[in-house]
């Protein structure tokens, strides 16, 4: 029952930022571990960042550390991303995801998310 909705993506120049939202209705987010993954034409679906319920722990794929942050406000029953020093290598569509209410852990593994968003493009180009 729980219904994710991503916005905020775009087309921007190497350098820029963007800031994608993962917005939550159906079910009190608090309650969820949440990941960001993002797919590229011709390529597997990849796992980005993770969030735990409190947002006490958070993971990053190797290539976005230090340039991306995930965050979240569970008032707002919103998750975050932000995307700093955007490379051509990011495009992608960028997809949230929420695990089962009782898992407590971050997993990279796409297969383990039960609940997803539609997603958003991310272009990063001249």
């Known amino acids: 029952q729980l219904q994710l909705v991503e916005s905020g993506g775009g087309l921007v120049q190497p350098g820029g930022s963007l800031r994608l939202s993962c917005a939550a209705s159906?079910?009190?987010?608090?309650?969820?571990?949440i990941g960001w993954f993002r797919q590229a034409p011709g390529k597997e679906r990849e796992g980005v960042s993770c969030?735990?319920?409190?947002?006490?722990?958070?993971n990053y794929v190797d290539s976005v550390k230090g340039r991306f942050t995930i965050s979240r406000d569970n008032a707002k029953n919103t998750v975050y991303l932000q995307m700093n020093s955007l490379k051509p290598e990011d495009t992608a569509i960028y997809y949230c995801?929420?695990?089962?209410?009782?898992?407590?852990?971050?997993?990279?593994?796409?297969?383990?998310?039960?609940?997803w968003g539609q997603g958003t493009q991310v272009t990063v180009s001249t």
């Open positions: 995801a929420a695990l089962r209410p009782s898992a407590l852990m971050c997993t990279s593994r796409s297969g383990a998310y039960d609940y």
């Open positions: 159906g079910g009190t987010l608090n309650y969820y571990v």
């Open positions: 969030i735990t319920r409190s947002g006490g722990r958070t």
